[in-house]
DNA sequence: TCCGTTAATAACATACTTGTTATATAACAA
DNA sequence: TTGTTATATAACAAGTATGTTATTAACGGA
C-alpha cells in the first residue's frame, strides 16, 4: 500500500524525480542510476530505498545487482488523490462561478 | 510559476493535504481552517505560508481577515509532471511486454 | 479611544533529511 | 582463495521542518 505523505515526500527531491524519469525508460543498476549525479553511491542508495519505501520502485536482486523499476501502480494511486481534490475544486468552482470571478478580479494586489 | 519542488513537499505534510482537501469546498479563514486541528494558529499559519509559496493556494486581505482558497491550476501542473512519467513508463512497458512480465514473477522472494 | 478578534512573526526546541566518509557484505572472476 | 565489483549500512555534520509560546500589528465595534 502507499501512503501519499511518504509518495509525496519521495517526489519532492529533484533527484529522485530524475530517478524515476530514468527509470520510466526502463530497468537500471544503482550504478547506472548514480552515474549522472555528481553524488555518492551510498546516496543514491539511500535515496533509492526512499523511492521504495514510498511504493514508487521495485527491486530485484540478479547476482551482485539490484535492477531498480518503476511500481506503475504507484503513480496511479497518486492521481486518485489529485483527481479526487480536482473533482471536489471543480463542483464547488460551478457552484460558486460568479463569486470567484469576482474575487479574481482583485488578484494580485494582496499578495503578501 | 509553480515548481515541484516545493509542490510535492508542500502534499506531503498530511495536516497540509487536510487543509487543501478543506479549501477544495470553499474559501476559509486561518481560524476556520485551524479549527478542526490539534495545533496552533501560527502553526497553522506556517502550513498556509508553504502552500502559498508552493503556489496551490491563494489569499485575498478582508479586514482583519485573510481568506484562502485553492489556486486550481497548480493541480494542473503537477498532473503535468505526473503524466509525463506514467507516458514513458506506458511507452516503454509496451516495448517490454515480455520482459517485464517475467520479472513479475520473480516479485517477493527478492523485497529487502 | 479602547477592546476583542484575526493573523503574522520571532525565538526556540526537537526531529528529520541528506550528504559525506569509512566500512561491511555478497557475488563474480581469475 | 584473492581481488574486484556492486551495494548497503553506520556514524556524523549541516541544513531544513515543524511545533511551541510570547509578542506584535491591523482591523472593527462599543
Known amino acids: 500500500m502507499l501512503d501519499l505523505d511518504s509518495a509525496f515526500s519521495a517526489l519532492a527531491d529533484p533527484t529522485r524525480r530524475a530517478i524515476l524519469a530514468r527509470l520510466a525508460l526502463g530497468e537500471a543498476t544503482v550504478m ?6 555528481e553524488m555518492t553511491q551510498p546516496a543514491v ?5 526512499v523511492l521504495e519505501g514510498a511504493g514508487l520502485i521495485l527491486r530485484r536482486v540478479e547476482g551482485a545487482k539490484r535492477p531498480c523499476r518503476l511500481a506503475p501502480q504507484a503513480i496511479t494511486e497518486i492521481d486518485r488523490w489529485l483527481d479526487w481534490l480536482r473533482e471536489a475544486m471543480a463542483r464547488n468552482y460551478d457552484r460558486l462561478d460568479g463569486v470567484l470571478a469576482e474575487i479574481e478580479n482583485e488578484e494580485g494586489k494582496d499578495r503578501s
Open 32 to 37: 547506472e542510476l548514480a552515474e549522472p549525479f
Open 45 to 49: 542508495s539511500r535515496h533509492l530505498k
